[in-house]
Nanobody
């Protein structure tokens, strides 16, 4: 079991930046692939980015590639999502998730543990 708590969301103008953090507690953090997902009102939850257990591999949704960067610090049990050049269509609740597998990519069903989410709102 792992508990996840996101922070760092807020209101930002288009073109701005935010950095989300997700602090994990419980079982060994480095044993999990970590991912970020988001859900806008009236839409299904969608994949944003994922990072391997060591941090050596990352994978992004096409919609955020080149603008968002996922990273992790296993010593701090934390995963981050740096979001630059934000657009109004990035507005959503952002969730971090943990997958107890070797690699999960965008497969939402591979992620067993979820945080409560943090709201990101981008104004035009």
């Amino acid at each position: 079991q792992v508990q996840l708590v996101e922070s760092g969301g807020g209101l930002v103008q288009a073109g701005g930046s935010l950095r989300l953090s997700c602090a994990a507690s419980g079982r060994t953090f480095s044993g999990y692939v970590m991912g970020w997902f988001r859900q806008a009102p009236g839409r299904e939850r969608e994949f944003v980015a994922t990072i391997s257990r060591s941090g050596g591999s990352t994978y992004y949704a096409d919609s955020v590639k080149g603008r968002f960067t996922i990273s992790r610090d296993n010593a701090k049990n934390t995963v981050y999502l740096q979001m630059n050049s934000l657009k109004p269509e990035d507005t959503a609740v952002y969730y971090c998730a943990a997958a107890p597998t070797s690699w999960a990519r965008s497969n939402i069903n591979a992620y067993d543990y979820w945080g409560q989410g943090t709201q990101v709102t981008v104004s035009s």
